[in-house]
């Protein structure tokens, strides 16, 4: 599975964007997508997940503002940024990875498959 992602922007605080992520490749009713973002000078951090395309769940500083969703065809999945603010700065990648159990969504080493990510600044 080959994971692309986009979307990515320059947005003023309160503003929205949408990134997307496209799999090529077989992907089965068992994968679990997710996005991670990265910070300048911190670690990777989980932003949200679809386990096993059904459940969502998400960090508790995007609940509420950020809503994680996949196509039909479970080929594209999206990430729904609201109410941005200067603290959401950060590149965004997307990962898959099939079998994971519940607890380990929230992992970054668990992912088998990620996309290059995307970059999405927030300016106050």
């Known amino acids: 599975v080959q994971l692309q992602a986009s979307g990515g922007g320059l947005v003023q605080t309160g503003g929205s964007l949408r990134l997307s992520c496209t799999a090529s490749?077989?992907?089965?009713?068992?994968?679990?997508v997710a996005w991670f973002r990265q910070a300048p000078g911190k670690e990777r951090e989980f932003v949200a997940a679809i386990f096993r395309f059904s459940n969502t769940y998400y960090a508790d500083s995007v609940k509420g503002r950020f809503t994680i969703s996949r196509n039909n065809a479970k080929t594209t999945f999206y990430l729904e940024m609201n109410n941005l603010k200067p603290e959401d700065t950060a590149i965004y990648y997307c990962a898959a990875s099939e079998s994971l159990i519940l607890s380990s969504i929230y992992g970054s080493d668990n992912y088998k498959y990620w996309g290059q990510g995307t970059l999405v600044t927030v300016s106050s």
């Open positions: 490749g077989r992907t089965s009713s068992g994968t679990s």
